[in-house]
């Protein structure tokens, strides 16, 4: 297996970063491949800007027009191009960082905003009758998998069905589904570490264990079972989920869960 | 009333950069004091770090004890403090961004990232029996008010109930509920305008004819109905919704909306 870990917490000796440090010794040593893009010490650029997009980009920055013309003259810079060759090349995809106002730090949002590019991860494949553009289970990173490990200050139970940060799966869904199954890739289920406001080095050992258990099942880990844009269950062009396909009582993102 | 609109766009030619002018022509011709935050012409910094917190940031970093203790030192870098002076200024805050991968830009993201700080945003008010500190509902930056305008790619359909991308409102529960109503904004139906990929210069009046009537009704308009925290609707501190509270049927987020 090809990892890549793309990690975003400025601090190496944080909870995060030992994370980070166990999945590379785990997957190393498990004989897998390990690329890592530790984005604060990257000094990774967050805004998106008319500099992404080389000569290409004219006079009024059109951000969707101008990152399609620059991928598909190279002209992307060198930055945004090392990322996406990176996801070209892993299978796996180990995304590494605490929630912050219950999405990713900046930083990471500034790596999927200059890095997923039109023509590479949206804008993609054809649209007709019964094909609405290749997302959702089609796209350019279709074969590769994906998984959140994400530290959370809180107690579990405020993120559980009746808590008042409102499910997990769903604060998770933007992330899961409209950034990584968007582009084609599958999602595992996310590793959560919750209350790390209160973790101490005494948990350590047990976080340790849970999240070696986990990187070392990868493999055989079943992605989260989104729904295919493109196979039946939607309306093209709408793109409403069809009438009587999911559970009674199910709604809200849960609808493009099946099963 | 005091406006402050915090604007995310590169191009100052886009609809954004648009809407965001004629927010500021509006409210003043309307009488009402108007600051920008315009984040890309301040060249605003979005990565949290050791830098933003002074002398105070210890050997090792921790994001919440540093920004706490370098809030109550006043020892926060003078950006973050002229933001935070801001927010307290204002009755009514708007934020002018393009949906990107199903959230703001990452500028706007670290704007978030580095204003909202321990002791200012969270980490605010007592713990106790009936009371789990100051948030969703209290806070400090409670009495005022804040209004999302949100530029989106896609199709309203695939914004709706059962539309691909999860409805509207959920898609924004994270921003609206989760960085806004915690230190206690009221939090303002979005204005938001679908299928901006496709609009052009002929589309445009109508947009902003829409646009200014929201924006002179701002003081009049009803906020989102979101649960407040302390006040009997949770269990402390679980903070789950207590059994019953909602109506039948309605799950996920939507159990945090009364009525």
Known sequence: MKALIVYAHPEPKSLNGS??????????????????????????????DAADFGTGAADRLRVARDSGRAFDTGALTPDVRAEQEKLLWADMIVFQFPLWWYTMPAILKGWVDRVFTYHFAYGVGEHSDTKYGERFGEGTLA????????????????????????????????????ILYYPGIEVLPPFVLYGTDRTTAEDYPDVAKAWEQRLLTLESTEPIAFRRQNFGDYEIPSLHLKEGREPAGRSGFGLHVRG
């Not at 897998?32 to 990774?44: C, G, I, P, T």
């Not at 994906?146 to 993120?159: F, I, K, M, N, R």
């Open 19 to 48: 994370l980070k440090d166990l999945a590379v010794s785990t997957l190393e040593r498990a004989g897998h491949e390990v690329r890592v893009s530790d984005l604060y010490a990257m000094n990774w650029k967050a805004a998106v």
């Open 143 to 178: 074969g590769r998998k994906a998984l959140l490990s994400v530290t959370v200050g809180g107690p579990e139970s405020h993120y559980s069905a009746r808590g008042i940060n409102g499910p997990i799966d769903d604060v998770l869904f933007p992330i899961q589904h409209g």
